[in-house]
């Protein structure tokens, strides 16, 4: 099986995460898209606390309903939370135990593309696994919905309908 590990800090799942995922099932061969939260991030960014942000992911797969889309959290167990998860690590992770018998590719964005020669093991990434490089089709990042709470704008356009009540009713981000 082609298995696609799309990781993100999911900070929110955002429309564009959504048309990304539109992408893979439309444009490429994989039979299995794993969205994997960051647990403690390479590039250190300041996140909603890990639960929270898995119970968002839970709230946008059930909006999206598609069943080659699966929350899989897995960067917690390879980490205390002192130091990054590098992708180099979770692949190996992957491919030596969970993933075995699979094909794994991971999915970056352009944002991500720009960054690529920061990435730990960069060259061995592509030469071991490979990855597959998203467009944006749909400019909506978490940032941008993080500064419309912020200036109190409406969330409909920029994520699915579960996470904007989830985002409410946690009143997050505010």
């Not at 082609?2 to 439309?26: C, K, M, Q």
């Not at 699979?102 to 061995?124: E, M, S, T």
């Not at 969330?155 to 904007?164: E, F, I, K, P």
């Amino acid at each position: 099986m082609r298995v696609a590990i799309f990781g993100s800090a999911f900070n929110p799942p955002t429309r564009g995460h959504l048309d990304a995922l539109h992408y893979l099932l439309e444009s490429t061969n994989v039979d299995k898209i794993l969205l994997v939260p960051s647990f403690a991030h390479a590039f250190g960014k300041d996140m909603l606390e890990y639960d929270t942000r898995l119970a968002l992911l839970d709230e946008f797969q059930r909006d999206i309903n598609l069943s080659q889309v699966e929350v899989f959290a897995i960067e917690h167990t390879l980490s205390d939370g002192s130091k990054p998860v590098y992708t180099y690590d979770l692949l190996q992770h992957l491919q030596n135990n969970q993933l075995k018998e699979h094909q794994l590719f991971f999915v970056i964005g352009p944002d991500n593309l720009k960054n690529w020669h920061k990435f730990y093991q960069a060259d061995n990434i592509l030469k071991q696994w490979g990855r597959i490089v998203v467009p944006e089709r749909v400019a909506v990042r978490s940032t941008a919905v993080r500064e419309a709470i912020t200036a109190g704008k409406p969330l409909d356009q920029l994520v699915t309908n579960g996470v904007a009540k989830f985002i409410a009713a946690n009143h997050l981000y505010q």
